[in-house]
């Protein structure tokens, strides 16, 4: 008599190394997406933060010419908190207006091409204030003397820069 062998294939139940290459080539394309989308994010969060320093700059010209006695009485102030970017106003009567603006990008405030400070808590020295005369329309720091910070720059990511740029003695206003 004899004994027949068979041999029986076992299903080990591995990929093969096309299938992990598939699957690798699909996660790539999904990360490289997720990476693009928040680096937008953060690109878009950086052009709104500096879109609404320069109206707020604007706004804050408009109601110190309109309502403002004397130099200073209505300031804004820039400031930031953990990984928030304020703007706080405070005006003649003692009332504060503060709103978040944006939350996860760097500002920077100074002379262009010159000091540039990164944005701080109130009472740091990093802080950036902002306030007009009233008789001239310049910008001017707390004693009167006309601003000497003419620019803020806005970082979303490493790569891209949004930037205000102020005239002091004349209190215009750029968002670039």
């Known amino acids: 008599m004899m004994t027949s ?6 299903n ?6 096309i299938e992990l290459l598939v699957i690798l080539a699909i996660v790539s ?3 490289g997406f997720i990476g693009y989308n928040v680096a937008v994010t953060n690109s878009f969060r950086a052009r709104e933060c500096a879109k609404d320093i320069a ?18 009485d209505t300031k804004m102030i820039l400031y930031k908190t953990g990984k928030e970017i304020h703007r706080k106003f405070v005006y003649k009567d003692g009332t504060e ?3 978040l603006l944006v939350k996860r990008v760097t500002v920077r ?3 262009k091409g010159g000091l540039m ?18 008789a001239s329309g310049s910008m001017v720091d707390a004693g009167g003397a006309v601003s000497t910070t003419n620019y803020v720059e806005v970082y979303g990511t490493a790569d891209k820069k949004y930037t205000v740029e ?5 209190g215009k206003v750029k968002q670039k």
Do not use: C, W
């Open 5 to 10: 062998i068979t041999t029986e294939k076992k």
């Open 12 to 17: 080990n139940g591995g990929y093969s190394l």
């Open 29 to 31: 394309v999904f990360t």
């Open 55 to 72: 109206t707020d700059i604007q706004s804050l010209k408009v109601t110190t010419l309109a309502k403002s006695a004397t130099v200073g």
């Open 97 to 99: 207006d503060d709103k």
């Open 109 to 111: 405030h100074g002379i």
């Open 117 to 134: 400070k990164e944005l701080g808590d109130i009472g740091s020295g990093n802080e950036m204030t902002v306030t007009f005369n009233r």
């Open 166 to 170: 102020l005239v002091p003695s004349t």
